[in-house]
């Protein structure tokens, strides 16, 4: 067996598919918003096999506190439970590789939704190199600094009409478009990528 099970909820969509090789035997995808934990396991069940695979690959963000967490969680669990290599990937590479799969290889700068009126920003060169990590920016900073033409994201669209110029593609990361994501984009270091430091302080002003 060669599976791999793909797990993606750290934004309002929340997706998992059952790869064999680079072949989606199933998968689901559902724009939910909220209530990832509620829906996540069973769509993960609803897998052939109930989703065992050999290896097992998250979406680490950044996006959803909460999403992140709830995917991360079942993700070392399961991988504990069947033994197998657990991995993971942030949100903009598979959003940029979903970009390339559908208009060509060129530049494409990754927009979403991030926190306090702010969008979470990576560029991707035409062969999928990051050119600079996740940053989160104001809309007025992320419209100055973005060269890409091609924009893809949950706030995509607001870049383009913001800066004036550019094509812009609505778009959410979708497990079941994990096969157009480059080996090279997968890491061991299975952490949460939140994108900006957690709102809640510890007394003293520390992070928890």
Known sequence: ????????????????????????????????????????????????????ADRVVVALGPGSFTGIRV???????????WKADLLGYHTPALLAAQARAEHGAQPVAVVNTGGHG??????????GTSLAPVRSLRPDD?????????????????LVDFRGTGTAQ?????????????????????RPAYGRAPDAKLPGGKMP
């Open 1 to 52: 067996m060669n599976r791999t099970l793909v797990i993606d909820s750290a934004t309002d969509a929340c997706s998992a598919a059952l790869f064999e090789g680079g072949e989606c035997l199933a998968g689901e995808w559902l724009q939910l918003g909220r209530g990832h934990a509620e829906r996540l396991v069973p769509m993960i069940g609803a897998l052939p096999d109930k989703g065992r």
């Open 71 to 81: 995917g991360l969680a079942a993700a070392k669990a399961l991988a504990m439970a």
């Open 118 to 127: 702010e969008w979470f920003v990576e560029e991707f060169g035409a062969d």
């Open 142 to 158: 992320a419209a100055s600094q973005i060269g890409a033409d091609l924009v893809v994201g949950s706030q995509a669209e607001a």
């Open 170 to 190: 609505a778009m959410l990361p979708d497990a079941r478009r994990f096969a157009a994501l480059p080996e090279s984009a997968l890491t061991r270091d299975v």
